[in-house]
């Protein structure tokens, strides 16, 4: 034999007892110290595992007979259930829908037809599965229990492997449940099921779920283990996050509070307008403004409809007011500012005094808030539950301070404040706190602003110029509205263009207005969706607003 087979069968050799060795060493079961298990201790163990492979056999065995009787039993319910095909308009049936939030015990033994969102499911063994039906900001409870006529074990099975947030089409008899249903906005009946058709099926993991977006702040303290959504996920995921019942609530009260703007101000015989949200110049001067190309020039979004409000007083309107969208190029990472939101104007030519106008604004949001309290009452309490606010204290008249008054308030109360000074975010919720405590209102007005602090179109007080004829609304401590009397001078209102800095040519085509001649008038600007959230209590307002706009969020 040659050297070279001698290695070669030595190699052999040694790979051979490297191999046996291996299958030693896999045999070797070591135990929790490291060390090889006892003989003893490796008849127990394969006991224990052939325990759990014949478990696993006869589990196995089980669900395949299960599936046998299954699929041998006769679905008595299976033109009951099941996906529905896509809806493209094939067919108009005349069915007469019901509304989950108009479902009452006057109802009960009716059978009715709804559309919903499934919320939740909960099976009780294979026979039951109650749902948890929303539309809107109402939810019910539904049941299906079989019955082997139109309700079997497959339809409840189906039932409850719903995707949570599922659109169904159900037909259910409305019934009145032995004791009401605390988890539902509906709790005095219930649906019992015969029917139940999804027509648009969630088919990705939800960000969250509905649920954990709806528990109120004291539900989470009870239970910290409960999960928590923050402000952030929930504006990434907006259009899940408003599907919750307060969000629902939230925009129908901010509809309303547009509605009985709207509604006040039509009683009082003003034109509603619609005026350009692209402009030539800054409309409040200074440099909160966004600039935008405009065919090889500069144009801006509008801050305000400031100077076509007064444009409009000087072609003798009269009374006008504007709902639309408002610009302001602010770089604040605030609780209350955003960079667009939906601004509620109104401008009034008045007789002999500013105040006209100013009690009259008082009055329309005194209505607001009273209507919000009578009509709105459900969509309140809805919103309440989630985010609980104690009602505003107000009068049947707005308190009325003048801002020297209130300075002096604030100085009682050992705030430092100059006489000329302007109210800052701090002072203003300090002078909220002073006034509800002192006049018990959670709603008054500021009167005779510095004149230093206010737009170069305001009027300047005529007994001291450092003042102002000018106006602040405050709700819960916070201002909801600024407003004044507007100069209607062209010479004085040049003046104050060049005192404040603000270039004069820009604002040819609104002087011109005024130099044609035009009443006194005065007016003022309401940032809905502060209204909405002062007068809710919400904490930031980002919770009022429906896709907001700040320096960081430009989606969704």
């Known amino acids: 034999m040659s050297a070279q087979e ?55 065995r089980e669900a395949a007979e299960r599936a046998a009787r299954e699929a041998s039993e006769v679905d008595c319910a299976k033109e009951n259930y099941g996906k529905a095909p896509i809806n493209m308009s094939q067919v108009q049936s005349g069915t007469k829908w019901t509304e989950i939030k108009d479902l009452s ?77 605390k988890s539902c906005t509906v709790g005095d009946v219930e649906l019992h099921v015969s029917r139940l058709f999804v027509i648009s099926e969630v088919s990705v993991t939800l960000p969250f779920s509905i649920d954990s977006a709806s528990r109120s702040e004291l539900e989470r303290e009870q239970d910290p283990t409960l999960n928590h959504v923050l402000l952030f996920t929930r504006l990434n995921n907006r259009v899940v996050d408003l599907r919750t019942t307060a969000n629902n609530a939230i925009f129908k009260l901010q509809a309303a509070v547009s509605q009985l703007f709207r509604e006040y101000l039509t009683n009082e015989k003003f034109t509603e307008i619609h005026t350009p949200k692209i402009i030539s110049a800054a409309s409040e001067g200074g440099a909160n403004v966004f600039r935008v190309d405009y065919f090889k020039r500069n144009a801006y979004l509008a801050q305000s409809p400031q100077l076509f409000k007064q444009m409009c007083i000087a072609a003798d309107f009269g009374k006008v007011y504007e709902i639309a969208p408002v610009f302001r190029a602010e770089n604040s990472q605030t609780h209350r500012h955003l960079t667009e939101y939906v601004g509620l104007d109104l401008e009034c030519a008045f007789r002999e005094h500013y105040h006209e106008v100013m009690n009259m604004i008082g009055d329309m949001f005194i209505y607001i808030f009273n209507n919000l309290e009578k009509r709105w009452a459900v969509e309140l309490a809805t919103v309440r539950k989630q985010y609980p606010s104690e009602p505003i204290q107000v009068g049947a008249k707005p308190l009325k301070l003048e801002f020297k008054d209130a300075v002096a308030l604030l100085r009682k109360h050992g705030e430092n404040i100059g006489d000329f000074d302007d109210f800052t975010t701090k002072t203003e919720k300090k002078l909220g706190r002073i006034v509800r405590e002192e006049y018990g209102t959670d709603f008054y007005m500021v009167d005779k602003f510095p004149l230093s602090v206010r737009p170069f179109y305001t009027m300047p ?37 060049s005192a404040c800095g603000v270039p004069i040519d820009d604002l040819a085509e609104y002087i011109k207005a005024f130099e044609y001649g035009c009443p006194p008038h005065a007016g003022g600007g309401v940032g809905l969706e502060r209204v909405v959230m002062f007068y809710l209590g919400l904490e930031d307002i980002r919770y009022s607003s429906l896709f907001p706009r700040d320096p960081t969020r430009l989606e969704p």
């Open 6 to 60: 001698s290695n070669t069968v030595a190699t052999t050799e040694q790979q051979q007892e490297v191999a046996e060795l291996a299958t030693q060493v896999e045999d070797i079961v070591l135990g929790p110290d490291g060390n090889p298990l006892s003989k003893k201790a490796l008849k127990k163990l394969e006991k224990e595992r052939e325990k759990e492979q014949r478990r696993l056999e006869r589990e196995a």
């Open 105 to 181: 015990a006057e109802l009960a033994g009716q059978t009715v037809h709804v559309q919903a969102r499934v919320q939740g499911s909960r099976p009780t063994g294979n026979k039951m599965c109650f749902l948890v039906l929303r539309e809107g900001s109402a939810t019910a409870q539904g049941l299906l229990v079989v019955d082997n006529e139109t309700i079997s074990k497959q339809m409840v099975k189906f039932a409850n492997s719903i995707s949570s947030e599922s659109l169904v089409s159900l037909v259910a008899k409305v019934v009145v449940p032995s004791e009401p249903v």
């Open 461 to 497: 007080d005529p007994e001291n110029p450092q003042y102002s004829n000018s106006y602040d609304f405050f709700l819960r401590g916070e201002e909801i509205m600024s407003g004044a009397q507007r100069i209607h001078d062209a010479g004085m209102l040049k003046e104050r263009i």
